[in-house]
C-alpha cells in the first residue's frame, strides 16, 4: 500500500488536470484557484487508501476521489463565505478577492464538477457511489447549520456539539473511506466498518484541532494559537469549561466572553488560566481518545489482512499526534 | 396523453411529499416555504410528457420530474440572492425572510435533495439521466453568470444574449424533456430532437417574457410591465435597439439608461417611444418565432405518432400566447 505522502502528489497533479471549460472566467477562474490553494489532500487519499486496502488499484478511484476533494472545497467556499473569512490558507478568500456572488456561483458550479467526477465510476458501482455521496453532502449543510447555530446559542451540550462535528467534518472522512470501499468491491460489513473508522476518526481529528488551537506549538500547528478563544468560538474546551465550572470560575469566563473590547493576549491567557483550573484539556483529550478507539476497534473488525492495514493504522496515528 | 394542467396538480402535490429532514429547521424550513411558493411547474410537467410521448408512464419520471422542479428552486434561491431581490412571487425571498447565510445554504441542501431525486430512476437509464443533468445544471449556472456580466458590460451583441438565455432558461427546458425520453427509452436521435424542440421553446418563451415585459397586459400578465425598463436590464429588445438606433434615437436612449433619478411612468413611456421608432418589438417577435419554427421542426423529426405529439404541439402553442 501506498501512504498519504504519495497519494498528495498524486491528487496535487491530478487536481490541476480537471477539466474546465474556459468561460465565464468569472465562473472558472475562483475554482482554479481554490484547488491551487493547496492542502494536504487527506479526503481524496482516504479514497485511494479506501481502495487499496479491499485490493483495488488507486488508478480505479482517481476520478471520485477528485470528486470528494473538489465537493471539500466547495464546502470551504461557501463556508467562507457564511463565516466573513477574509483568508484561507494565507490567501484571499474567492469571496474577498473577486466578490459575494461570484462566490456563490462558483461554488455551486464547483458542486456540480464534484457529482459529475464522482460519476465517473463502474456502473455496478454507481447507484452506491452517489447515495452515499449526497447522504454525506446533506449532512455537511446540516453540520454547517448546526455550526452557524452555535454562534447565537447561548446553551449547548457537548453531545450536541459532537453531534455538529460529526456531520460538519466527519461524516466526509468516512464517506471518503467508504467510497474507496465501494469502488474496490468490499462487503457491505466492511465498508461500514471502514466509515466508522473514518467518522470517529474525523471526530477525534476535530477534537484534536481544537485542542491545538489553544495548546499547539504555533510554528509546527502554522497557525496562531488562540484563535478560537478569541472569537468565542464554541469549542469542546469551552463548552465543557462552561458545563464544568464553578461559580466563581463561570462569572470570570462569562466576563470574558461578553468583553467587547480586550487585549487578545490577555483574554488568552485568562481564558486558558480557567481552562486549566479545569481540566477541560485532559477532558478533550479523553474525549478524543474514546473516538480514537472507537475508529481503532472498527479497523480491527474490517476483514483484510493486517499488513494491508497497516498504511491506515499509520496514517490515523499520525494525524493524532500532528504538531502538538 | 394528459394535459399540463393535469401534471401541474400532480406535482403541486407530489411536492409536498418530499421527505426531508426535521431539523435544523433553519435549514429545511426555506426548503418548504419555496416549494410551497407555487408556479406552473413547467419543467417537471414537461418531463412527465416527455415520458408519455415515448408510451412511458407519467409515474415512473415522477421523482425526476420533482428533481428538476426542486434543481429549478435551488437556482432561484441563489440568484435572488445575487440578484438582491426582496419579492418571489410577491412573497419576501429567502435571504429576506431569513438571511442570507441560510439562504446560501438551503440551496445548497436542495441542490444536493435534486440530484437525490434524479436518481431514483432505473439502473439502465440512471447513467444518462445524470449526466444530463450535471452538463445542465453546469450550463445554468454559466448562464446566470454571463446574466451578472451582462450588468456591468457595456457592449453585448444579440447573439450573446441569445447564447445567456439558452444557458440560463432554455437548456433546462430541453433537460426536462429529454429526461423523460430516457427514461421512456427513446432512442437517441428522437431524445436529442425533444432536446432541441425544448431548448428552441425555452429560447422563444425567454424572448416572449421580453417582449411582455414591455407591451403585455398588465392584468393578464400579473406584473406591472416596464420593469426591464426601468431597471436598464439589457433585453433583446434593448440590446436591438442598440444596435439600430441612428445617433439622435442613440443618444436619447443612453441619455435614459444614464438618467439616475427619473419618473419611472415617464422613462417607460420615453423608452417605449423609441422601441417603437425602431421596430424593436416585430424584431423581437420574428426572432422569437424564428426558434419557435426552429422547435416545431424538432418536433416534427420525433419519430412517434402524431396523436402523441399533439400535446406538446398545444402547449408550446399556448406558451407563446400566454397573456399578451
Redesign the interface.
Known sequence: MHDPAFFQDIMDSELKKIQL?D??T??YDPIRYMLALGGKRLRPSLVLMGTELFGGHYMEAISPALGIEVFHNFTLM?DD??DKAPLRRSQPTVHTKWNQ??A??S???M???S??LM?QVK?DV??NV??LF?KT??EV??G???D??YETKTQATLEEYIHMITLKTAVLVGCSLKTGAIIAGADEHDRDHLYEFGKNIGVAFQLHDDILDVYGDEQKFGKQTGGDIIANKKTFLLLKALEVAGTEELKELKRWLAMKEFDKRKKVEAVKDIFSSLHVRSAAEKKMDEHFQLAIQSLNRVNVSEERKMALRIFSEKLMVREC
Do not use: W
Open positions: 471549460h468561460t465565464p468569472e465562473l461557501h463565505i457564511m456572488e461570484i456563490i456561483l461554488g455551486d458550479t458542486f456540480v464538477k457529482c459529475e460519476m456502473d454507481l447507484r452517489m447515495s449526497y453532502a446533506v449543510c446540516e454547517q447549520q448546526l452557524m447555530n
